[in-house]
């Protein structure tokens, strides 16, 4: 049974840092894109990073460029999301997905094309 499992979610305040981390179970993921998503009250659920199988491509909504950093641990089939400079519109609940394209060349934004979510972990910035 796969399950994404998202850690380190929390309480923070504007200008901290944060790091996110997402733990694949079930089956390796070595050979597909991961992404985060984030979904903040109200709204809908929309793109925030994603990194394909070899690392080298990588994409960011423009709101988070410059601030967050997506990267990949292959051997630990985790995922993770560093988040500086944090801003209150920041707040949301992030989650990991996993695409279902084996060994897509350039990431993916879209939603739809994600095939595994894990449950998401709560982000707080605090003005």
């Known amino acids: 049974q796969v399950q994404l499992v998202e850690s380190g979610g929390g309480l923070v305040q504007t200008g901290d840092p944060l790091r996110l981390s997402c733990a694949a179970s079930?089956?390796?993921?070595?050979?597909?894109?991961m992404a985060w998503f984030r979904q903040a009250p109200g709204k809908e659920r929309e793109f925030v990073a994603a990194?394909?199988?070899?690392?080298?491509?990588?994409g960011y909504t423009n709101s988070v460029k410059g601030r967050f950093t997506i990267s990949r641990d292959t051997a630990k089939n985790t995922v993770y999301l560093q988040m500086n400079s944090l801003k209150p519109e920041d707040t949301a609940v992030y989650y990991c997905?996993?695409?279902?394209?084996?060994?897509?060349?350039?990431?993916?934004?879209?939603?739809?094309?994600?095939?595994?979510w894990g449950q998401g972990t709560q982000v707080t910035v605090s003005s």
């Open positions: 997905a996993v695409d279902h394209v084996y060994g897509r060349v350039v990431h993916t934004t879209k939603e739809s094309e994600y095939e595994y």
């Open positions: 079930g089956r390796t993921f070595a050979m597909y894109t």
């Open positions: 990194i394909n199988w070899s690392g080298h491509s990588t």
